[in-house]
């Protein structure tokens, strides 16, 4: 399993380009199996999850096509995809336990074909992770579900049907789901209490453009108007803001200056003003964000996390890795995963004083300085906060279990060793 060594100390300065977003990427290839037709997404970053995704669409009988797209500073992406005909309607255990999100194809499978067998992900290290609001929505559109050996068996052999959905939760995964499932209902679907996060829009946007009717982009009700087919259509995957939210910290840990290249600062309201707050320099451009924490004098702040458009959860670990070093306290809530500290032993360890109170809460007291570890992180996200820390601690950090970074974070050694980190992967045979 390879390893990340970082020399902490270095002011980072210069460009990072964002690449494009994972958590969009996933559903829009799932919505791929909505037609028969060619679709091509462009901008797709270079992840493991990506991979993985795309391993269950080809044992689904999807057929892939991958090029590189060389662009200035950036090479990305594009693939096109066609699923003419279904080699399978089940999505094995081995697929969905390496990546939860392949559970994206529920929706898809069940409304164009009428069966499909998914392995239920199960938990992780942030919590439960239940999928009881996607089962019950495609029930009240006429599925009928079972969960046998361990899998959802979902059957609707004359399609679904359009139902009013009132979803408990402004769930993410349960939105694309169940917005893939009605573009091809009988009738009309409408969800309250949908997820607003970006991600959301562009799957919007790319099933537009496939034909599909629907009203209530970027509102928390979508009106679904099923057609009877969809058709090819290309896409520019957008920029992923938790990517550049977590370069954005790079920068203000080690008071430096970053521009991050096609980021969308209207995508990062709240982790932006949260930094303004902390008296650093946030300049909104055309195609980008620069982040100037070269005179900043930063002082604790509160943050809790919520649905878009409040405060991300997946920027959480990373700003608790940052308020460990600045001056007065901090307080964290996290309000969307009941296990999502995990980061903050593994801090303490670098010599943070973080006081965790419940599931929920923790208290920062800023440090003056971290020192290096050999540290390890159970999720991405996590992982990116052991990152941060390494970057300004005292001495050799090494970071173990890189394979979560790689499902998330495109080329991080190569961005941060370009604004002037001393990074470098220790490649390790398993
Ligand atoms: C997505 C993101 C993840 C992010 C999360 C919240 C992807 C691939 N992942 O995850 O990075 O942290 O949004 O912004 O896009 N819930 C239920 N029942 C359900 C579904 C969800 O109770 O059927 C609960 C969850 O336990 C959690 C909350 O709803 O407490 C939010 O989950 P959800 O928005 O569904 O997260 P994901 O789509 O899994």
């Not at 462009?42 to 990506?50: E, Q, V, Y």
């Not at 697929?95 to 938990?123: N, Q, T």
């Not at 992770?129 to 089962?135: G, K, V, Y």
Request: proline letters at 4%.
């Amino acid at each position: 399993m390879d390893k990340i060594k970082i020399r902490g100390g270095n002011q980072l300065s210069g460009k990072i380009y964002i690449s494009g977003a994972k958590n969009a990427a996933l559903p829009l290839i799932a919505a791929t199996l909505l037609t028969k037709d060619l679709v091509k997404l462009s901008n797709m970053p270079i992840l493991s999850d990506i991979k993985s995704l795309n391993n269950l669409m080809l044992e689904l009988g999807t057929i892939i096509e991958e090029n590189e797209e060389i662009r200035a500073h950036h090479t990305s992406k594009t693939y096109t995809y066609q699923t003419a005909e279904f080699k399978s309607l089940i999505a094995p255990y081995d697929f969905v336990r390496k990546m939860r999100a392949s559970y994206y194809v529920l929706g898809p499978l069940l409304s164009r074909m009428g069966h499909v067998e998914l392995s239920l992900p199960g938990g992780c290290a942030i919590g439960a992770r239940p999928m009881d609001i996607h089962l019950n929505s495609l029930e009240q559109m006429g599925a009928n579900i079972e969960i046998k050996n361990g899998y959802v068996v979902a059957d609707a052999p004359n399609g679904l049907n359009g139902a009013h959905i009132i979803f408990p939760k402004a769930s993410v995964g349960a939105t694309c789901n169940i917005l893939l499932a009605a573009t091809l209902a009988k009738g009309e679907t409408v969800i309250e209490n949908v997820a607003q996060e970006p991600e959301i829009a562009d799957l919007i946007d790319l099933l537009l453009k496939m034909g599909a009717q629907i009203e209530g982009k970027n509102t928390s009700i979508l009106k679904i108007k099923g057609v009877q087919e969809l058709h090819g259509a290309e896409h520019n995957v957008l920029p992923d803001r938790i990517e550049a939210g977590s370069y954005a910290i790079a920068a203000a840990i080690t008071k430096g200056r970053i521009e991050l290249e096609g980021a969308v600062a209207d995508h990062l309201k709240a982790p932006l003003n949260i930094l303004r707050a902390m008296d650093i320099k946030v300049t909104e451009k055309e195609n980008g964000i620069i982040i100037d924490a070269r005179n900043a004098d930063m002082q604790g702040q509160d943050i809790m996390t919520d649905y878009y458009p409040g405060f991300p959860t997946d920027l959480q670990a990373q700003f608790m890795a940052l308020m460990t070093v600045v001056p007065g306290a901090s307080m964290v809530t996290e309000n969307i995963w009941e296990n999502r500290f995990m980061h903050v032993p593994e801090l303490i360890r670098m010599g943070a004083n973080i006081n965790v109170h419940g599931h929920a809460s923790a208290i920062v007291r800023g440090v003056k300085k971290l020192s290096a570890a050999p540290v390890m992180a159970t999720d991405l996200r996590a992982s990116f906060a052991l990152v941060l820390a390494g970057l300004i601690a005292d001495g050799e950090t090494v970071v173990n279990r890189v394979y979560h970074l790689d499902r998330g974070y495109e080329k991080l050694e190569e961005k941060l060793r370009a604004v002037g980190a001393d990074i470098e992967r220790i490649k390790e045979e398993d």
